[in-house]
């Protein structure tokens, strides 16, 4: 059975092309997630590349209680709908509890389910009856098959739009690794899957007091996953990982995006040919 389209905004998931969901990890301010959005806008016009623009307001799940989290919802949803119009593209941020929920889906395209909440129920049901598309990170904890207990959450409150994002699974401590069969798996299921490769490349906690990461292995695995066929891959990108606010080990450098969207197309193309 042919896997569901997804549309978000303008753009489509599980057509021809892929479908990018691009931006840093968190928002450091005002200005650089405006220069940001300019800049991955810039580049994905000159790639032909299609893409939602990705932006944390809170980094609610930090290793340590003094690292930088962001700003709040109404803030942060108010200039993500700013950049959206500005620049047309769709935008999407991650939501912690239905009551900021609540607030993101009056202008946020995408909402994004974090992984360590996939499993609560009130914000799942919360997030099924909101008119938005949801994107539900798949938990580091669970089998790719384990997710359809997610869908049927969201399915329970009517026509709900989703589709979910593989980031990779707990293996051992302080490491992850990315299974390209869960694509597989849960593409057998008829839900569309976006790869996260920036996620699936972190060490969690295993700089001590922050999360590490590998983060020159994210176009490694971000090849070998658009190889594997998902329809979608999500990559967080900065200007300078060495000095972001949040997961600046796992960022791609945004200096080289524009080389790895050509690989990931190229890839694409030859495994529809």
Request: with cysteine.
């Given at each position: 059975?042919?896997?569901?389209?997804?549309?978000i905004g303008?753009?489509?998931?599980?057509?021809k092309?892929?479908?990018?969901?691009?931006?840093?990890?968190?928002?450091?301010?005002?200005?650089?997630?405006r220069?940001?959005?300019?800049?991955?806008?810039?580049?994905?016009?000159d790639?032909?590349?299609?893409?939602?623009?990705?932006?944390?307001?809170?980094?609610?799940?930090?290793?340590?209680?003094?690292?930088?989290?962001?700003?709040?919802?109404?803030?942060?949803?108010?200039?993500?709908?700013?950049i959206g119009?500005?620049?047309?593209?769709?935008?999407?941020?991650?939501?912690?509890?239905?009551?900021?929920?609540?607030?993101?889906?009056?202008?946020?395209d995408?909402?994004?389910?974090?992984?360590f909440?996939c499993?609560?129920?009130?914000?799942?049901?919360?997030?099924?009856?909101?008119?938005?598309?949801?994107?539900?990170k798949?938990?580091?904890?669970?089998?790719?098959?384990?997710?359809?207990?997610?869908?049927?959450?969201?399915?329970?409150?009517?026509k709900c739009?989703?589709?979910?994002?593989?980031?990779?699974?707990?293996f051992g401590y302080?490491?992850?690794?990315?299974?390209?069969?869960?694509i597989?798996?849960?593409?057998?299921?008829?839900?569309q899957?976006?790869?996260?490769?920036?996620?699936?490349?972190?060490?969690?906690?295993?700089?001590?007091?922050?999360?590490g990461?590998?983060?020159?292995?994210?176009?490694?695995?971000?090849?070998?996953?658009?190889?594997?066929?998902?329809?979608?891959?999500?990559?967080?990108?900065?200007?300078?990982?060495?000095?972001?606010?949040?997961?600046?080990?796992?960022?791609?450098?945004?200096?080289?995006?524009?080389?790895?969207?050509?690989?990931?197309?190229?890839?694409?193309?030859?495994?529809l040919?």
């Amino acid at each position: 059975m042919p896997r569901r389209v997804v549309k978000i905004g303008r753009q489509t998931l599980g057509g021809k092309k892929l479908l990018f969901i691009l931006g840093p990890c968190v928002m450091e301010s005002a200005a650089f997630t405006r220069r940001m959005a300019k800049k991955l806008h810039a580049i994905c016009h000159d790639e032909g590349a299609t893409f939602v623009f990705k932006a944390s307001y809170d980094k609610a799940n930090r290793t340590s209680g003094d690292s930088f989290r962001g700003t709040d919802v109404q803030d942060g949803c108010a200039l993500l709908a700013e950049i959206g119009g500005e620049f047309g593209v769709p935008v999407t941020t991650d939501v912690h509890s239905p009551e900021e929920l609540e607030i993101a889906a009056q202008t946020i395209d995408l909402i994004q389910i974090p992984a360590f909440l996939c499993r609560q129920t009130d914000l799942i049901l919360a997030a099924g009856a909101c008119g938005r598309v949801i994107n539900v990170k798949k938990g580091q904890f669970l089998a790719p098959w384990d997710v359809k207990n997610i869908a049927k959450k969201l399915e329970v409150t009517g026509k709900c739009s989703y589709f979910f994002t593989e980031r990779g699974t707990s293996f051992g401590y302080n490491n992850l690794v990315a299974d390209m069969r869960s694509i597989f798996w849960m593409q057998q299921l008829n839900y569309q899957v976006v790869f996260d490769a920036t996620h699936s490349v972190q060490r969690p906690g295993g700089a001590g007091d922050r999360t590490g990461g590998d983060g020159e292995l994210a176009p490694v695995l971000a090849s070998a996953a658009v190889a594997a066929g998902c329809d979608g891959v999500f990559i967080e990108t900065h200007e300078n990982p060495a000095k972001a606010f949040s997961d600046g080990p796992n960022q791609v450098p945004i200096r080289a995006l524009p080389k790895l969207l050509r690989r990931l197309d190229r890839i694409r193309h030859e495994i529809l040919r």
